[in-house]
């Protein structure tokens, strides 16, 4: 059965150092269920699972018991090629999500083909109750939709979340550093207006700051925005 079949070959590339590092920089994922294998390793894994007729059994048994079979599910769905396909699997495969990584990992290519049909999806997804649901949406709002797809709108979509959960606040964040890199004109007025909580406003400030895409003169001006308790 594949199932049995990669938790042999995860077993036989198991780190038990790396394992260690993994549980204390994926806090949310259950300690128990890190193997221990790296990621340029599950990559190779998944593009020959991706190649076997049996692989619809691996992504339809929801939820895996393994982080790294989260892993394997979020490479082999980014390697699809259909479109529509890597949709509905991805969609599927979302509320099974625990930890950022397995969420951050997961970046299909094929989205490019179809940004329209992908709005569909990623204006659902932000509205999910589910943490890294929310947190995916965003980042294919980062991902996707800040270059030749980019409008104002979005930048307000995202402000307007409100969230106690750290992972969601990180990413909001992140969207807006990145937003003042490659809109800065359209995003700044968010920061000037303060138009995001405080811990999410400061964040952003500190990432766009530590950023290369943003000149020194904005960086100097973004630093007098930074709000106090």
Known sequence: MITDDIRAELLKNQDLGYRDLQKTTIPSADADSIIGVRTPVLRSIAKELAKRDDISVFLDNLPHKLFEENQLHAFILSGMKDLDECLKLVDRFLPYVDNWATCDQMSPKVFRKNKKLLLGYVEKWISSDLTYVKRFAI????????????????????????????????????????ALAKQYDQALPFIEKHKLDRWTHNKTIQKAVESYRITPEQKEYLKTLRRKA
């Not at 930048?155 to 550093?177: G, H, P, T």
């Open 139 to 178: 980042g294919m709002l980062i991902e996707h939709f800040l270059d030749e797809d980019f409008k104002p709108s979005y930048l307000s979509k995202v402000a307007k979340i409100r969230s106690e959960e750290y992972y969601v606040n990180m990413m909001i964040a992140w969207y807006f550093a990145t």
